[in-house]
């Protein structure tokens, strides 16, 4: 299965999760409660928060197929935005990106051993090394967000929630969301935290 169509999902019919697991079979999980679930049927992506729009019309053929043409345009805009191969060296799953620094940066990054290259490369590795999983954390609050908004905005304590959030406190977090629907906390949490809710 291709990474598009596998990419972990889940939807909720109104405040309930109905489905999770790979993005097609929740999409045919979608399209088997059509008419008959609680609120809108609406997918989000597990990485992210965001909410995939899959198009139901037509039956689980034509779901999966227009899913499929979906993956394919979007590896196709992919090469064509890719540079030709030209002379040289194999690309070797190396992506050239252009980076604009100042002559001073260029004069200390050819001065390093190995060259700028190198330098860059190794300067990353240890931006990455040293991030203590900020970035990760970062992420992770605003997939959380991203879902809160599209479910939670009216619920009592959005904003505090909100709040605990961003600010790390996972204690608080929960107790500001225990009021709210069991699975709408629940997946809040574990965006946000990778923990599921202890109730």
Known sequence: MS?????????FAGTRIMAAGPLVDVALAAKALEGAQEGPAIIFEDATGRVVDVDMRG????????LVAREQEADAASKAS???????????????REVTLLPRHWEWL?????GASQAVRRLVDEARQ?????????????????????????????????RALFAGHEKQFADLTAP?????????????FGSMDPA
């Open 3 to 11: 990474e598009f169509l596998s990419k972990p999902c889940t939807l």
């Open 110 to 114: 050819s001065a390093q051993p190995g």
């Open 59 to 66: 039956g689980s053929a034509e779901i999966v197929s227009r």
């Open 180 to 192: 709210w629907p069991e699975d709408v906390r629940a997946y809040a949490r574990r965006l946000a």
């Open 82 to 96: 890719a540079p030709a191969q030209g002379r040289g060296r194999p690309r070797l799953g190396v992506v050239s």
């Open 130 to 162: 040293t991030d203590g999983g900020e970035s990760r954390k970062r992420a992770a609050q605003e997939a959380s967000y991203r879902f809160m908004s599209a479910v939670a905005g009216d619920f009592p304590g959005y904003e505090e929630a909100l």
